[in-house]
């Protein structure tokens, strides 16, 4: 949990853009990491099990009949800590990094889970395709248009 608890938040509210909703996934997850603590000499990569589970149970959230998707609080980098800068330059920078976010949030899932792992849990291609069970070349293709997606989501905002 103090090793991936923060990342795998983060993870889950890209995806069910609630935080409540994310906190009750990583808590699920951390269940089922408990349960498969026996067979952890099993997995391969422990990183990309642990997002794999993650991804998965948020996609089971969404798809779930239960849940009524709404946007709510677009805030995904309230926990990244600022360096020392002046009052304004930091409410600037949060200004500057809540927009990013919430243009973010805006793509559709395939390209927000790629630009998440990519940017920002700073995986590299190969890792997000062991992740996703996607080729590396779909990965690459989805952060491209992704870019382009969110480059022009930013510039229709401003």
Known sequence: MNQYGEKLMK???NYTKDW???EDIVQDVMVTC???????????????????????????VLKSSIIK???ADSNLLAFTKSSELTPEMTIMKRSEEEFLSACVL?????????????????LSI????????INPNTIKTRLSRARIKLKSLMERWR
């Open 69 to 71: 998707r709404v946007i």
């Open 126 to 133: 190969e890792e997000i395709s062991e992740i996703l069970k």
């Open 11 to 13: 993870l889950s509210y």
């Open 106 to 122: 805006e793509l559709s899932i395939k390209y927000r889970e790629v630009i998440t792992l990519f940017y920002y849990e700073e």
């Open 34 to 60: 408990y349960k498969e603590y026996e067979n952890l000499d099993k997995i391969v990569s422990f990183k990309a099990w642990i997002y794999r589970i993650t991804i998965n149970k948020c996609k089971d």
């Open 20 to 22: 409540g909703l994310a």
